[in-house]
């Protein structure tokens, strides 16, 4: 909703990151709010001088706007059109694969790294999944669903039906919902999908985030070029991702470890949806547990792709601890001549805090080790370079002697 008369003013001197475009006005930078804004609003954002800079959705909190615009004009249909057909445009020159037919699956839109602060859009066949993070994104659903059809028609392609996931944001919850179906078509979900020939279930309806990491498909690609002969264990499995490339790739077997009982099932249903049986053993249990107790030796490939243990800054200390702990067990199980993909997903633990946790896991796992690849998110997952933040997802491999 455009509140015409709502406006932040920022304190004097705190509009320098937003001259350079940063996307987010933190609370402690604003000095007053005008026009009693409720979540979710369009608020212009005014230097300490009374200068427009933009204008954002508004939400209280930590970050209470949301950069849309650096001007005074009302985001739109067309507005969202615009940045979605931008988004399309990169997807398509940058997933050669997506044109070749092998994958089909993959995020439209990145948040920040597609200037849409607050909104999660991925493809799955010809379903798109919304997820809002914000009260105006959600607020703003049907246009951003109206947008994504007009664009796709215009592109020559077809969207079968437009999904929006919603996001808990304080006390607004939201609903899930089907905003756009197309004429003579049932929505089915879970749906199958492929990503690099792989192929999976995906259900966006109860499964996590929009139902699949597509944050991962390089880093599974190149898993599945490390697999030919390997002994593999796929940590924190999810729903089978890695232990798929790793048995397409040639792994003599994979075995998958999740807390999750829902999670090992549907991880099942994948490893025997691409034609591989009796490949390994998918256990429900802790994997941190299993991992301290497996023989060493056992494996000569591991996965270690642990959720975020810390989403806010003030957990970062405990997750560098259970980073450090996690990956020097797990340097000190695998075979001689191993290798290992960790990964951390923590926004707040940036590449150098976590590539200095893993150092120290090497020295206590007391085994020589050696960086052999640096990996990040895919070119769907863009990083905004005014918002370093939004390089959420790194990972090492790891050569161990």
Known sequence: MDNKSAAVILKKGKDQSLQRFHPWVFSGAVAKILGDPENGDLVKVLSSDGTLIGKGHFQRGSIMVRMLVWDDSTPDLGFFKDRISKALSLRASSIPEIKAGSTDCYRLVHGEGDFLPGLIVDI???????QTHSAGMYQ???????????????????????????????????????LYIRDGYTPVCPIKVKENGCLFWVDWEKGQKTGFFLDQRDNRNLVRKFSSGKTVLNLFCYTGGFSV?????????CDSVDSSQTAIDACKDNIILNGFIDSGDCICTDAIEYLKNVETGKYSLMIVDPPAFAKHLSAKQNALRAYKKLNAMAIEKVAKGGVVFTFSCSQVVDKNDFALAVFSAAALAKRKVRIIHRLTQPSDHPVDICHPEGEYLKGLVLYVE
């Open 124 to 130: 799955y066949g010809k379903t798109a999944v919304l």
């Open 140 to 178: 703003s659903r049907n246009e951003i669903a109206e947008a994504i059809k007009d664009v796709f028609q215009e592109n020559n392609e077809t969207i079968d039906a437009i999904y929006s996931k919603s996001t808990p944001i304080g006390t607004f919850k939201g609903d899930d919902d089907y």
């Open 245 to 253: 490339y790793a048995l397409r790739g040639g792994a003599i077997l």
